[in-house]
């Protein structure tokens, strides 16, 4: 697994390029073409599993980021959106076949990323095959879906609403135009070339009615299709990357399908030869042009990260600031999160460093240890020798830990146990001690709307529609605990009152600062977290207020991953922050 920036030099693409065993010309380059949105999230593991299976098998693999996702360069609100993509693919394509040297490709594709390939195929004549996984056939439909999860979002947060046309889905941003560009493509209603052969696999058990006529619509443009059921789909596309499961028997029907293509033969072969040869991205936050590098290290070079500095290098002295997984989320973050702080924070003169603990995202797990394991403390490790290679790699040895949820959590015991940690951000933070049989999937934001029943604040919210209030009769059972817990906090107000046990957490917080590390912890108004600040630090964090190199913040609005509005918000307090802290 080679990671690879590649593509025009003004829009820079990144993805990653898995060659196959030198032995002869390769039948097929293989290109996947990734889902758009949220939805790119849940497939992200298996597609990299899929990769790994296809260049075992002799067919060199390319995954990648279209322009404004992902790691590449651009915006997601960058006009063109749908032009941009489709040029992507066509780079993706021309990319595999100069590194491979195959003369032919295979295309395979996720929801839109299938709608995608097909339209790029019927454009070129150098595809041998195309696999549609859950296709996007009729855009308008997916168009309307998006835009009724964006209206059920906005009733559940009024903060930064879209006002222009434009939706926020899942923490995505999609414009008035890609909207319409989206709602535009009909797969049933042009002639579609997609090569010789296709295999569409359904999304559900049964094949829908719509993906039979595309089987039939295809076919009799020249292809040989078969379709498939039972395809695993639903549960790869689980909407927390961390319940998603790989589905392997559909990756072996794949690879099998994919390995009934004919060899080709002709021209010279050069092995893992061609493409473009940057090291660098270049991308550009706030009018500063930034170059971001990938960076594979670590024992066994198993894990991943990707550097973004200012102008090539950060100014002074400054720590490096290292982006830590949000729950199983991959380097981007939740939204593509991490990529848009890395890039405005670096804007700002701070080399940033968003990487995958081992069994996440892109980076291996260590020998023996599972992946997809969230809250260990074995990855503690990881962020060390991130800390470690980055020493080498820039001019500081100080580092600034920004994390969310589960990344607060690797955050904070990074920090007690390593010297080198100048400054932590914990944002959301589910959890701060972690034993055997506790959950590991925050439940804590649905348990707000019961802890603030008795409050005022609640009701005004709810006639402006802020709150939904049928989520409170969802949760009757957290209703009935919180009023039991609320008397018993009655009774305990009527009793002289004794100084407060001082928890681990607070100890070790308290000697954090005192030894000059800046701890900065920001949480929505309705996040579960609060509780567990509560219980460990008073409420609101009172027991540590005013305390030196401490801060506390409560962002208005804002959800457990700050999505929207909340975002730039969230960027205001980093920035604040470290120009406090690290100026």
């Known amino acids: ?65 279209y322009d404004g996702t992902g790691d590449s360069a651009g915006e997601s609100d960058d006009p063109g959106r749908m032009r941009a993509w489709l040029a992507s693919v066509h780079a993706a394509i021309d990319e595999a076949r100069a590194r491979s040297g195959a003369l032919r490709v295979a295309l395979l594709g996720v929801r839109f990323g299938a709608t995608l390939a097909m339209l790029v195929a019927a454009e070129r004549t150098d595809i041998e095959c195309l696999i549609a996984w859950a296709p996007v056939i009729r855009g308008r439909t997916y168009s309307r879906e998006m835009v009724a999860f964006h209206l059920v979002q906005s009733r559940r947060a009024a903060a930064g609403r879209p006002t222009d046309g434009s939706a926020q889905v899942g923490g995505y941003h999609f414009s008035r135009e890609t909207l319409a560009d989206i709602a535009a493509v009909d797969l049933l209603a042009h002639p579609t070339r997609v090569g010789a052969r296709m295999l569409l696999l359904s999304q559900s058990d049964v094949a829908k009615e719509e993906e039979t006529q595309l089987a039939t619509h295809v076919k009799a443009h020249g292809a040989d299709v078969r379709l498939a059921t039972r395809t695993g789909y639903r549960k790869m596309m689980r909407d927390d990357p961390y319940d998603s499961i790989v589905p392997f028997d559909t990756l072996d029907l794949v690879v099998g399908w994919i390995g009934e293509a004919p060899r080709s033969e002709g021209a010279s072969y050069a092995p893992n030869g061609g493409g473009s040869r940057a090291s660098a991205l270049t991308s550009v936050a706030g009018g500063a042009t930034l170059s971001e590098r990938p960076i594979v290290f670590g024992e066994a070079e198993r894990l991943f990260g990707i550097l973004t500095e200012p102008d090539g290098h950060a100014s002074g002295n400054r720590p490096v600031l290292c982006f830590l997984n949000s729950g199983a989320d991959h380097h981007v973050g939740p939204h593509r999160l991490y990529v848009e702080l890395a890039r405005q924070l670096a804007s700002c003169g701070y080399a940033t460093f968003r990487f995958d603990v081992g069994g996440l995202g892109d980076s291996r797990a260590a020998p023996g240890e599972p992946e997809n394991l969230l809250y260990a403390m074995k990855s503690v490790a990881d962020v060390r020798s991130a800390m470690t290679m980055l020493g080498h790699e820039t001019t500081s040895q100080r580092f600034v830990l920004i994390g969310v949820c589960a990344g607060a959590y690797l955050a904070y015991h990074a920090a007690v146990q390593d010297p080198r940690v100048a400054g932590q951000v914990l944002i959301s933070p589910y959890a701060f001690e972690m034993k055997e049989g506790d959950t590991i999937k925050p439940v804590l934001p649905d348990r707000s709307y019961a ?96 305390h030196k190199n401490f801060a506390y913040e409560i962002v208005e609005g804002a959800e457990h991953t700050f999505a929207g509005a909340s975002e730039q918000k969230l960027v205001d307090i980093l920035v604040s922050y470290l120009s406090a802290h690290f100026p």
């Open 1 to 65: 697994m080679v990671p690879i920036i590649f593509g025009p030099e003004d829009r820079r693409l990144f993805g990653f390029y898995h060659p196959a065993p030198v032995v002869a010309r390769p039948p097929l380059a293989v290109v996947l073409c990734s889902p758009i949105g949220y939805e790119v999230m849940g497939v992200h593991r298996t597609y990299r599993h899929l990769a790994d299976r296809l260049s075992a098998r002799g067919f060199p693999t390319l995954r990648f980021d």
């Open 451 to 546: 802890r603030t029943l008795l409050e005022g604040r609640l009701w005004g919210r709810a006639l402006r529609g802020r709150i939904d209030m049928r989520r409170l009769v969802k949760f009757p059972s957290e209703g009935a605990r919180w009023y039991a817990d609320k008397g018993l906090a009655l009774l305990r107000d009527r009793i002289p009152k004794r100084r407060p046990r001082v928890t681990e957490v607070e100890r070790q917080v308290r000697a954090m600062c005192d030894r000059g590390l800046a701890s900065l912890f920001v949480l929505g108004d309705d996040d579960g977290g609060r509780d567990l600040i509560a219980k460990y630090l008073g409420d609101n964090a009172c027991r540590l207020q005013g």
